[in-house]
């Protein structure tokens, strides 16, 4: 069970990515996104050219996925959103191996006491 304290740091936590200025930024370029036909269409395509491919194996299929996912990334509002979600990613990557850290090195010293006490 949590107790309040450990779950108010972990909601500190959650606030700190969500008043980031990069999940903000994030929140905004994916709102302006969603207005972009052209994009919507686009990335569309490239999920249905996804799921064909794995159906297939097909190396038409592959070749035109391949030509729809360099348009995309030629999108400069994709290509920013891409890098705001990265750094987001980061942090949260950064949250996940502070814990396993530290759970590691509470378990690792809670085992060499138990060994000490034997």
């Known amino acids: 069970m949590i107790t309040q304290g450990v779950e108010k740091k972990i909601?500190?936590?959650i606030d700190y990515i969500i008043n980031s200025y990069e999940y903000k930024?994030?929140?905004e370029i994916k709102k302006q996104m969603t207005q972009c036909n052209e994009l919507n269409q686009l990335i569309k395509d490239i999920k249905?050219?996804?799921?064909d491919y794995i159906k297939t194996n097909?190396?038409?299929?592959?070749q035109e996925l391949n030509k729809k996912q360099k348009r995309l990334e030629q999108i400069p509002i994709y290509c920013e959103y891409n890098r705001y979600l990265e750094r987001i990613n980061e942090k949260l990557d950064f949250i996940k191996e502070s814990f396993n850290d530290y759970f590691?090195?509470?378990?690792n010293q809670d085992i060499t006491e138990r060994k000490q006490e034997s």
């Open 104 to 107: 590691d090195q509470k378990l």
């Open 11 to 13: 909601n500190d936590l």
């Open 25 to 27: 930024r994030c929140l």
């Open 48 to 51: 249905k050219l996804q799921q």
């Open 58 to 62: 097909g190396n038409s299929i592959k």
